[in-house]
Nanobody, 115 residues
Framework: VQLVESGGGLVQPGGSLRLSCAASGFILGQYEMSWYRQAPGKERDLVAS????????NYAKSVKGRFTISRDNAKNTVYLQMNSLNAEDTAVYYC?????????WGQGTQVTVSS
C-alpha cells in the first residue's frame, strides 16, 4: 500500500499549484480521500476531503473557494487544485485514505508560498 504525493514546490503569493496523490496497493474508489497539511510547529489539519465516489466534498474554512479536491478512481489518483495561495498556506501537504479503521498516509509534499 502506498500513497505518493507530488506537485509541491515554491510559488509566489497569488499563484496556483496542483497536488497529486497516486495510490497503489488498494482500490482507491473504496476509500474516502483527504488532504491534510502541517505547518512548522502546528498540528496536522484537515484541508479537504472527498467521498469515495466523489459526490461529496468538504473544505476547511480557510481554503474554501480557493482549493478544489477531485479524484479520478480509474487512475487511482486524487488531486488538490490550490489557487490564490498565500503565506499561510505554507505547509507540508499529506494525502490520506480512509475506509473504516483502515487509514493510510502519504509521505507529504512541501508547499512554500513566498515572494
Amino acid at each position: 500500500v502506498q500513497l505518493v504525493e507530488s506537485g509541491g514546490g515554491l510559488v509566489q503569493p497569488g499563484g496556483s499549484l496542483r497536488l497529486s496523490c497516486a495510490a497503489s496497493g488498494f482500490i482507491l474508489g473504496q476509500y474516502e480521500m483527504s488532504w491534510y497539511r502541517q505547518a512548522p510547529g502546528k498540528e496536522r489539519d484537515l484541508v479537504a476531503s472527498i467521498s469515495s465516489l466523489g459526490g461529496s466534498t468538504n473544505y476547511a474554512k480557510s481554503v474554501k473557494g480557493r482549493f478544489t479536491i477531485s479524484r479520478d478512481n480509474a487512475k487511482n489518483t486524487v488531486y488538490l487544485q490550490m489557487n490564490s495561495l498565500n503565506a499561510e498556506d505554507t505547509a507540508v501537504y499529506y494525502c490520506n485514505a480512509r475506509r473504516g479503521n483502515q487509514i493510510y498516509w502519504g509521505q507529504g509534499t512541501q508547499v512554500t508560498v513566498s515572494s
